[in-house]
């Protein structure tokens, strides 16, 4: 225990909140039975936990940095918690949504810190071992969420999806308390909280405004106000960042060719490979009546794709560049998107299985050399800022991703239906609507929906798989014994430890 302690409490913490990102997917038609909620209520109900984990991922690491890794690792488990407890016990949407937003800011607290502890903890070959557990247990997390979420929500109820989480919530205290030693960064350093404000403020509005813009249209002035915001968000970012001593992103380190490629893959990954599932799994249940565990266990399909491609991949493909791994990842995502891109009203869950296993076999090669990727691509001094750069991008493209997708979907239903007959179905809301229109009208709206949804995933994934392709190239060589594995926070930092 006291040597592999710090890495089970660790990937324990990490499992926890990464299986929150998509555990709620399969929970989607029952919550809006349950809560009465609309489409975009169910939007947020995704978007609140990916957006609050992508804006304040940055910020918290350099706090922790100077407050304590493992102190403010246990302050995200405890908010983490209370936050889950509250999503349990939610009585309508406004309350869900405000508790998933506070469930990722525990979340950005547990996974900002795991890295960094377990630098200060294995060296050598033990950190190895440690850091290929650690990217296991994270791709696994994502890759099961649906299917324990079926689980739950067709057994005990999708309340039970949230109330799972305060038993292993203790246990990750527990354990954190009891083996995990303290460690700190730089004493230095100043916490950017301008950066931290309005990067968070520019993804906030950037997301809203795609919701906004699947409800009013892209015309509309209030959603071309938000984009606005959004834009005046990100150019205040900008100017903090290019002024900041100590800033989150650098944003000259976009001036590298393979550091803006590598960006914009981890952008796209998340927003193309697991974005879709929310409508995917609302089709699959009110269209084809299936249950939460027959619809969470379609997308079984990819898991065991991702899960069986990455460990093979780790030996078979040890040298090969990350171009040609992330670039090609990203090719065979946007290919199993276009496979899903011919439903119609007779189609059946079969019509999704060969571009789920696509889609698996390219987050297999995705997930594990992506962050490497970013690493590789600037100097050693930066890597610490290039691994949580990469994590923002990955959440921020999940929450974009669900946005402008369901924006898509019910453009698309809104060719054969009423704007808000098209929002409800899209939100669930079918058996409202089956004494007003035919079932062939509706499964045929719902299935161009997901058609037209799947044509821009995998255009998404294409582009950025040739972007990566074409951006990222193989670094020169380091000097013996430091590895491009790793962040620097892992390689420098000497451990504060205290017992």
């Known amino acids: 225990m006291r040597t592999w302690g710090t890495l089970t409490a660790v990937c324990l913490g990490t499992f926890m909140l990464l299986l929150d990102v998509t555990i709620a997917v399969v929970a989607l038609p029952d919550m809006a039975r349950s809560l009465h909620a609309s489409l975009s209520d169910l939007q947020w109900v995704m978007d609140g936990y990916a957006l609050a984990l992508a804006a304040l991922l940055l910020g918290i690491g350099a706090a922790a940095d100077i407050l304590g890794r493992r102190r403010v690792h246990l302050v995200g488990v405890v908010v983490f918690a209370t936050a889950s407890l509250l999503c349990g016990l939610a009585s309508g949407p406004g309350m869900l949504v405000a508790a998933r937003g506070l469930q990722g800011l525990g979340a950005a607290a547990m ?140 944003p000259r380190l976009f001036l590298k060719p393979a550091f803006s490629g590598v960006m914009v893959g981890a952008l796209a990954f998340n927003a193309a490979a697991f974005s879709l599932m929310a409508y995917d799994s609302i089709w699959l249940q009110t269209m084809l009546g299936m249950s939460p565990v027959r619809g969470g266990l379609v997308f079984l399909w990819l898991s065991l794709a991702s899960f069986v491609v990455a460990a093979a991949g780790g030996r078979l493909l040890h040298g090969v560049p990350a171009r040609i791994t992330v670039g090609g990842g990203l090719l065979l995502i946007g290919t199993g998107q276009f496979c899903m891109t011919g439903l119609d009203a007779g189609s ?95 499964r045929t709206a719902f299935a161009s929906g997901l058609s037209s949804a799947a044509v821009l995933a995998g255009l998404t994934a294409t582009v950025a798989g040739a972007l990566v392709v074409a951006l990222v190239r193989r670094p020169k060589p380091t000097p013996a014994g430091v590895t491009n594995s790793a962040p620097a926070t892992l390689k420098e930092e000497t451990p504060v430890r205290h017992r």
């Open 111 to 250: 996974f900002a810190t795991t890295l960094p502890l377990l630098g200060s903890v294995y060296q050598g070959k033990q950190r190895s071992v440690a850091l290929g557990v650690w990217g296991a247990v994270s791709g696994a997390a994502a890759a099961v969420g649906p299917v324990v979420g079926g689980l739950l929500t067709d057994g005990p109820g999708w309340r039970w999806i949230f109330y799972v989480n305060l038993p292993v919530s203790v246990a990750a205290v527990w354990l954190t308390l009891k083996v995990v030693p303290e460690s700190h960064g730089s004493r230095d350093r100043r916490v950017d909280w301008a950066g931290t404000v309005s990067f968070a403020a520019f993804a906030g509005a950037l997301t809203y405004g795609a919701v906004r813009a699947g409800q009013d249209g892209w015309g509309d002035a209030g959603t071309l106000a938000t984009f606005g915001a959004a834009v005046v968000a990100l150019c205040c970012f900008l100017a903090v960042e290019l002024r900041s001593a100590d800033p989150l992103l650098d």
């Open 348 to 442: 059946t869950a079969s019509a999704l299985v060969p571009g789920l296993i696509l889609v698996g076999v390219g987050t297999g090669l995705v997930a594990p050399g992506i962050a490497g990727a970013a690493l590789a691509a600037v100097p050693a001094e930066r890597s610490g800022m290039a691994g949580g750069a990469v994590n923002t991008f990955r959440q921020l493209g999940y929450a974009l991703g669900i946005a402008v997708y369901g924006t898509v979907v019910t453009s698309r239903m809104g060719d054969s239906l009423p704007n808000g007959a098209a929002h409800a179905l899209a939100g669930g809301a079918a058996g409202a609507l089956r004494g007003t229109f035919s079932e062939h009208a509706l």
